[in-house]
């Protein structure tokens, strides 16, 4: 029930909006009803429905590189004191640098016949550091008197991370993750904005076109369906949090 | 027979923890050690354990007991230190995991250790599910689950309120006696150190000297016995006067 609470809300706006936009007879080209963008939807369902396809695995696949990548970076970096202190500039100048602003160079490296693989490539980038930032912080805060405790029992190095460090760096893990997992969109859009025309066929390129013949109603159609990805995705990474916190964790009472 | 001979240790340069402790343990024995806070109880426990090495001085253990490698030491921290994802039931048995035990010997000495401290029915609890006394029970479990010649203890019941601690306490001076392991406790309490030991060593604090800012570490000043336990021992007069002796030797030893 409290699930359906929102929708009230939206249908009041969408019928606002179809209103309005008669009301004022707003042109087509500038706000379209919501009716129109119905229309649009169903439509360009099969092209859209391509386009999601190509941008969710350009995202999934970037947000696994992220993860992989942010995890076991963190943790060569907690291992001793002088690789962080040797690698700690280059991750700060990572997370300052505009990541938009190196996109075209990586697009130029890897070839634009390798559209998907240079998508990739950026959004990953983009997804990389709040997931490294996070783990970072997990891994540290693990408490002295646990490590002793593993010293004692005679734990090696992967057993006292398997045992206990990863176990407890995992609710900022997945914090992080799910930071990660929204700019992993993000990053797979913007990649396909900087890479333009006719290269790539994700939901961005869609938008794209759609914007060039004024096709505004299928540009809010696509709109809508990359939302609808962004949702569905983290409301996914919550419910993976829940499934492995719930018994333990202190944010889930 | 554990014997200390002239134990110094720092953790910092000029910053002494530990000065000339000098001391021995026997082989069963309930040691209790008292002193104020920051005097370098803890420190000493984890020489005990192997956690850290003497800067000087000799620590010899009795070949049964020599290095945590082995399975004989235990350690009972004052927090439980249980890992929060783990049941009650695989907290204890982690040790035993990476002691590389077999599945079936694991199962086994889980279970004696969850008997041991009564916790049998609360093997599936998370510790978040259970009070204090009871997270410091399966604390003390997963220490014994190794079973233990040397038992250390960190001042472990210091967080848990009078009637708990009460119980703890008698449980394990039973426990002590149907396990034939070494005791040594470490406690701020006087009180505690009266009722639990069979020998109560007095630690004195560590000094800084006024002009060069050194410190000179803690060690042990006296060695008390107090009497066996007698009818409702808590309230006898003569547990009393052993805490009476046990607070004398402490102002004495704050005063120097
Ligand atoms: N890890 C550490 N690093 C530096 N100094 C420490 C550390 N642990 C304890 N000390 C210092 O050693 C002294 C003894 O500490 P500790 O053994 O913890 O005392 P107690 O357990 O009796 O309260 C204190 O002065 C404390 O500040
Ligand atoms: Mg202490």
């Keep these: 029930m409290r699930y359906l609470l929102p929708l009230p809300i939206g249908l009041c ?69 002088f690789i962080e202190l040797a690698f700690a500039p280059y991750l700060v100048a990572l997370q300052v640098t505009p990541v938009v602003a190196i996109a075209p160079l990586i697009l130029i490296w890897v070839g634009f ?49 398997l045992y206990l460090e990863y176990p407890a760096a995992l609710p900022a893990i997945l914090a992080g993750a799910k930071t990660s997992g929204g700019l992993a969109l993000i990053g797979a859009v913007m990649a396909e904005f900087v890479a333009g025309s006719g290269t790539s ?30 949702i569905v995705f983290f409301y996914t990474l919550s419910f993976i949090e829940w499934l492995l916190l719930r018994r333990w964790h202190d944010s889930f009472q | 027979m554990i014997t200390l001979t002239d134990i110094n240790f720092s953790y910092e340069k000029n910053r002494q923890a530990l000065h000339n402790v000098s001391c021995t343990f026997a082989e069963n024995s309930f040691s209790v ?56 039931y695989d907290n204890i048995a982690l040790p035993l995991k990476i002691k590389g035990l077999d599945k079936t010997s694991r199962h086994t000495r ?74 040594i406790f470490v406690t701020h309490s006087v009180a505690q150190a009266a009722y639990l030991g069979e020998r109560v060593l007095v630690m004195g604090a560590s000094e800084t000297n006024d002009e060069t800012g050194d410190e000179t570490g803690g060690s042990i000043k006296h060695i008390l016995n107090p009497p066996a336990h007698q009818q409702d021992w808590r309230h006898n007069p003569a547990f009393h006067a052993a805490c009476a002796t046990i607070s004398a030797a402490l102002a004495e030893v704050e005063a120097a």
């Design chain 2, 33 to 88: 050690i008292v002193g104020a806070s920051g005097c370098g109880k803890s420190t000493l426990l984890r020489l005990l354990a192997g956690l850290e090495e003497p800067t000087s001085g000799a620590l010899i253990m009795p070949p049964a007991l020599s290095t945590f490698s082995t399975f004989s030491t235990g350690f009972v921290f004052q927090d439980p230190t249980l890992l929060a994802w783990r049941n009650v």
């Design chain 1, 201 to 230: 066929t994700g939901l961005a390129w869609r938008i794209i076109e759609a914007g060039n013949r004024l096709e505004i109603a299928t540009m809010f159609a696509a709109l809508i369906v990359l939302s609808l990805l962004g």
């Design chain 1, 113 to 161: 016949d390798n559209i998907n693989r240079a998508l990739i490539i950026i959004a990953w980038i983009i997804a990389f550091f709040p997931i490294t930032a996070s783990s970072i912080q997990g891994l540290r805060s693990t408490n002295r008197d646990l490590h002793d405790m593993m010293t004692l029992a005679g734990a090696k190095w992967w057993q006292r991370l």
């Design chain 1, 13 to 81: 706006v969408l019928a606002l909006w179809e209103a309005a936009v008669h009301y004022w007879q707003v042109p087509r080209f500038l706000l379209p009803p919501p009716s129109a963008i119905a229309v649009a939807l169903i439509d360009n369902l099969p092209l859209l429905m391509a386009g999601l396809w190509t941008t969710l695995n350009i995202t999934l696949i970037a947000f696994a590189c992220a993860v992989i990548s942010g995890v076991g970076f963190a943790t060569l970096f907690t291992r001793a004191r």
């Design chain 2, 110 to 183: 889980t279970q004696e250790a969850l008997a041991l401290v009564g916790l049998a029915e609360r093997a599936d609890a998370h510790p978040r599910e259970l009070s204090g006394g009871m997270k410091m029970r399966v604390s003390l479990a997963r220490a014994l689950a190794s079973r233990p010649r040397l038992l250390l203890m960190d001042e472990p019941f210091a967080a848990l309120d009078e009637h708990t601690r009460f119980r703890l306490e008698d449980d394990l001076r039973n426990l002590q006696q149907t396990l034939n392991c070494t005791i």
